[in-house]
C-alpha cells in the first residue's frame, strides 16, 4: 500500500469545480411491467460541476442504477430534464462513458482491441484513437497486457481494461455503477486508490454509485443519499477532507462523522446497507 500512496500523493490534486456539467431537473422514471407500474425514481433535482467526483449511495432497489442508466441516456426518462455540458440529454452521448460492475469485455480480443471498441462502434478513425488507447492502457498500469486477452487478467485488471476502454472516446463524464462492487476488499481499496489517481489525471467529471459509505466519503466531494423506492434524494453532504487522500483518512473523526450522518440518513429512509 505504500508504494500506491507514493505513486498516488503527487499526482492527486483537488477538483477545479466550475460550470454545472449536469442538471438534472424534477428527473423521474417508471418501468412499465406486465404486473404494473413500477415507479423507481421521482422528482431528482441536482447539478453536478465540471471535475466533480459524486458518489450516489442508498439502499438496494432505490434506483440508484437506473438514475446511471438516465445519465447515460441509455434509458428515456418519465418526467423531468436533464442537460450534460448545455444541451437536453436525448440519447447515449460520446461525452459520457459507463463502467458497470461486471467489465463485460469480448474473451476473443486482446485488451487493447477490447479498450478500441468504442472508437469502432462509433465509425471513429482507429489510426488516430490507438495511441491514446494505448496511453490508458499506461495510465491504468496495463502496459505489458496490451496484447494479452480477458482471460489472463485479475479481476481488478479487468476493470481497470473497462476504466480505460470508458476513457477512449474522451468523454467529459464518466458513470460508474458499483465497479468494484464484485471485488475482495484489498483490491477495492487499491481500485479506489487507482481512481483517485486516474481521476486526478484525466479531470473527467465522475459519479459513482456505491453501497459502501466508507467508499463513497473517501473517493468524493460529495456524496448523494438516496431514499428508498421510489428513489428521492436524500440528502447531498459536501466532503470537506483534503486532498490528497489516503486510506490513513478512514480512521480519521472527520471521516467517521460523514459517515456517521450519511448513515443516519440512509437508516431513516428504513435501509438496511
Ligand atoms: N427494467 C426494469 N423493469 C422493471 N422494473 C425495473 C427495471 N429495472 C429496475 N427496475 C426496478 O426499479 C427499481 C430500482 O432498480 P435499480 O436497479 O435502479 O436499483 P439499484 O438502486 O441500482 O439497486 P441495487 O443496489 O440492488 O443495484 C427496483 O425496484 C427494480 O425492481
Ligand atoms: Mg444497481
Known sequence: MEAIRAVTAPLESGPAPSSALIRAHGLSKTYAT???QVPALAGIDFEIYDGEFVS????????????????????????????????????????????????????????????????????????MYRQSAVNLLA????????????????GGMLQRVAIARALVQDP???????????????????????LLRIWSHSRKTVIFITHSIA?????????????????????????????????????????????????SLLDAGGGLL
Open 139 to 154: 495510465m491504468v498500469g496495463l502496459s505489458e497486457f496490451v496484447q494479452r486477452y480477458p482471460f489472463e487478467l485479475s
Open 215 to 263: 467508499e463513497a466519503v473517501f473517493l468524493s466531494d460529495r456524496v448523494i443519499a438516496m431514499t428508498p423506492r421510489p428513489g428521492t434524494i436524500a440528502d447531498i453532504i459536501t466532503i470537506e477532507l483534503p486532498r490528497p487522500r489516503d486510506l490513513s483518512v478512514i480512521n480519521t473523526d472527520r471521516f467517521g462523522r460523514y459517515a456517521a450522518r450519511l448513515r
Open 56 to 127: 450516489v449511495v442508498g439502499q438496494s432497489g432505490c434506483g440508484k442504477s437506473t438514475l446511471l442508466k438516465l445519465l447515460a441516456g441509455l434509458l428515456p426518462f418519465t418526467a423531468g430534464s436533464v442537460e450534460l455540458n448545455g444541451k437536453p440529454l436525448r440519447g447515449p452521448t460520446r461525452e459520457a462513458a459507463v463502467v458497470f460492475q461486471s467489465p463485460v469485455l469480448l474473451p476473443w480480443r486482446t485488451v487493447l482491441d477490447n479498450v478500441m471498441l468504442p472508437i469502432e462502434f462509433r465509425k471513429l478513425p482507429k489510426a
Open 172 to 194: 467529459r463524464l464518466l458513470l460508474m455503477d458499483e465497479p468494484f462492487g464484485a471485488l475482495d476488499a484489498m483490491t477495492r481499496d487499491q481500485m479506489n486508490l487507482e
Open 34 to 36: 406486465g404486473s404494473g
